[in-house]
């Protein structure tokens, strides 16, 4: 069953986002050439703290932290620790949630640690980043989640990745419903396949957590003997965004931008909901 949220219940969801955003911030300016991966946990877990809020991944099914700290290889569920040093070079990403009254916030961006990244690298970001506002644009009333499933694969795909060859579209985590919990029904593909058919119509409250995961070579992954950090399995980098999104009779609510996806959406010729929270 796929939660339907109240207007009232969308405007936590806002709050929460905020927080979510707020921790990006903060963790943005943080990952720089000699932090670890612990420090930007800790960041995020005083930024928590300061709003009030309860961080939704520590000891959820167990993992161990406040964030998801994924370098280089890692597609996601990095686990922060004090021995992963970043390098000036090397992308990371910064998987953070938060909790308002019981409604959640969920979202991840790819930074960039100090200088000098490979043309490739910049390029993974940008396309993973614009397939994740390709499928936030088809988040409309009326449309279905196949329809969000097939503009994010299709940006993808009509993108030439430099030096030649393919992306490889994570196939084995996407994105999901949102709001009492993190992980809810639906499970959001980030390509099309008939086995999954059209998916369930997009109505007002519908919450979705959007979230394309791309590499630079294969679209497969493995786990870690910590059971937690997944990888490419042949080692290649991987960049991964994440915005929670509601659909609202106004449009699309990009509940964790700090302007509601507006700006963004505008370039795509899309008009934002106006945020719950404004006064």
Known sequence: ???IKTPQQIAKMREAGLVVAAVHAATAEAAVPGATTRDLDQVARKVLADHGAKPNFLGYGGFPATICTSVNEVVVHGIPDDVTVLKDGDIISIDAGAIIDGWHGDAAFTAFVG???APELVELSRVTEESMWAGIAAMRQGNRLVDISRAIETYIRRQPRPGGGKYGIIEEYGGHGIGSQMHMDPHLLNYVTRKRGKGPKLVPGFCLAIEPMVSLGTPRTEVLADEWTVVTTDATWSSHWEHSVAVTEEGPLVLTAPDCG?????????TAAPDPLAS
């Open 115 to 117: 200088t000098g990244h």
């Open 262 to 270: 507006r700006a963004k959406l505008a370039e795509l010729g899309v």
């Open 1 to 3: 069953m796929v939660e």
